[in-house]
């Protein structure tokens, strides 16, 4: 058995909080779109990442994923990110620190979403 890549759905109340931070802020970009529909939902993607971004109010309160996004320019990542949208800085993990098991990271958060910016 094998996969080449995993692809996971993301529930929003408002779908525009979602395209704020991942098109917004991330840089990912629209693949298809479907916002006038009964069930708003998006395709969103950056290299060989991709995801769903879906507006259901049901769901969105009973999902809070967390996602880690792996760099090799943390630092470019954070200085574009903290200048550009400081608002999405998660306060617990605001800077690049140095974690205890040796990743640099940072955190990003809106609405829904917690999102941790890894470098090894």
């Given amino acids: 058995m094998s996969f080449t890549r995993l692809v996971p759905n993301v529930y929003y109340q408002d779908i525009q909080d979602g395209l704020k931070m991942f098109v917004d802020c991330l840089g990912f970009s629209m693949g298809h779109e479907e916002f006038n529909s009964n069930n708003p939902f998006c395709v969103i993607k950056q290299g060989e990442l991709q995801m769903l971004l879906f507006e259901h109010k049901e769901l969105a309160k009973e999902h809070n994923p ?5 760099t090799n320019t943390i630092d470019e990542v954070y200085k574009r990110v903290s200048a550009a949208h ?19 990271e940072f955190a990003l958060r809106d ?5 941790i910016i890894q470098q090894w």
Avoid: M
Avoid at 86 to 104: D, I, M, Q, Y
Avoid at 111 to 115: D, K, M
């Fill in 86 to 104: 400081p608002e999405f800085l998660h306060p617990n993990l605001s800077k690049v620190t140095l974690r205890p098991w040796g990743a640099k």
């Fill in 66 to 70: 967390e996602f880690r996004l792996v």
């Fill in 111 to 115: 609405h829904q979403v917690c999102i």
